[in-house]
């Protein structure tokens, strides 16, 4: 399995510039971020995060808010109200448990028990956990948002149907550690652009020779792909693993 995953990622870099992660937010300011991502666009949530922080500098005013005036300054980040209450949840009993809204001492537990904490907050799934993980404190997760989801379910590295923590489950062990930030990044941007959920262009995608979805003739069919577009993108090699 390894090899197909290294093999998928290979095929993903081709063409573009070299992978470099982008800053690091502090633990609790990703938790927030990853909350105002759901169900909206980045350039939205980057909107909603970045309001939400000009109005309230500091996550102790964010938590003593009045919920519609935190609704207000996250409008453009969609579901605003769910959002809001969601939030100064997760902020209250942060405090609660640590005395101040600081999850500093997250850095001194191993990835099990860090994980444990975060899904133990209000409304933070395996998803936001991971995210965390991952960008905030460098470890070695892997998020499963909807474009990964779909994307390794045609891959044919999960069966249709698995759900979202399932698939938490399974994929993390199936790709290398030092190459998950990097894989997560381009299955969502390949996701996005590519293998979209509606109408996939599969006879332009760089992983149609090792995609079970995508060598499969019938898929072609159900989405109207012209003849010469269908011929041209049957696979020519065998799969990889």
């Given at each position: 399995m390894?090899?197909?995953?290294?093999?998928?990622?290979?095929?993903?870099?081709?063409?573009?510039?070299?992978?470099?992660?982008?800053?690091a937010l502090p633990v609790v300011d990703q938790v927030v971020a990853t909350v105002l991502s759901q169900a909206t666009s980045d350039v939205n949530s980057g909107r909603a995060f970045a309001r939400l922080k000009d109005r309230f500098p500091a996550w102790e005013q964010v938590a003593d808010a009045p919920p519609e005036e935190i609704a207000d300054a996250i409008r453009c980040g969609?579901?605003?109200?769910?959002?809001?209450?969601?939030?100064?949840?997760?902020?209250?009993?942060?405090?609660?448990?640590?005395?101040?809204?600081?999850?500093?001492?997250?850095?001194?537990?191993?990835?099990?028990?860090?994980e444990a904490y975060l899904t133990s907050l209000p409304g933070v799934g395996p998803k936001t956990a991971a995210c965390v993980l991952m960008f905030s404190m460098g470890r070695a997760a892997f998020p499963v948002d909807t474009h990964v989801h779909r994307v390794t379910t045609r891959l044919g590295w999960i069966p249709p149907g698995t759900s979202a923590a399932e698939a938490h489950r399974l994929l993390r062990p199936m790709v290398p550690?030092?190459?998950?930030?990097?894989?997560?990044?381009?299955?969502?941007?390949?996701?996005?652009?590519?293998?979209?959920?509606?109408?996939?262009r599969c006879e332009e995608c760089v992983l149609r020779e090792v995609c079970a979805y995508g060598s499969d003739p019938a898929h072609f069919a159900r989405h109207d792909v012209p003849a010469d577009q269908l011929a041209a993108a049957r696979p020519r090699s065998r799969r990889v693993g």
């Open positions: 390894t090899d197909r995953v290294l093999e998928v990622l290979r095929r993903l870099r081709a063409g573009r510039e070299s992978f470099a992660p982008g800053p969609g579901i605003a109200e769910r959002k809001a209450r969601r939030i100064q949840e997760i902020l209250a009993a942060i405090e609660d448990r640590e005395g101040a809204i600081t999850l500093d001492r997250l850095d001194g537990l191993d990835d099990e028990s860090a550690p030092e190459v998950r930030h990097e894989l997560h990044i381009a299955l969502i941007r390949h996701g996005r652009t590519v293998c979209q959920a509606r109408r996939p």
